[in-house]
């Protein structure tokens, strides 16, 4: 985790996401599109990524970082 959050640090171009128990950390996204306890959209460099799940909070909204608390169900992305 150490290495990627530098990485994404010194070379802030790529969308990424990281996938723990009732946690994701998203950076350089975008745009929040929708934001709710069981839906979440969030737009990022030509895509559009779909979290559905429960109880969704944001513990961290930083410029271009995020970190979502909660049960992730589903993840879909739509590459536009």
């Given amino acids: 985790m150490t290495y990627n959050y530098l990485r994404n640090f010194l070379d ?11 946690k994701i950390y998203i950076t350089n996204y975008e745009k929040i599109l929708t934001l709710g306890s069981n839906k979440i959209i969030i737009k990022a460099k030509s895509r559009k990524i779909t979290l559905e799940g429960r109880d969704f909070s944001l513990k961290k909204l930083a410029d271009r970082e995020l ?8 993840l ?3 590459y536009e």
């Fill in 12 to 22: 802030p171009i790529d969308f990424h996401i990281d996938i723990y128990d009732k």
């Fill in 67 to 74: 970190l979502i608390l909660g049960s992730l169900n589903n």
């Fill in 76 to 78: 879909e992305i739509k």
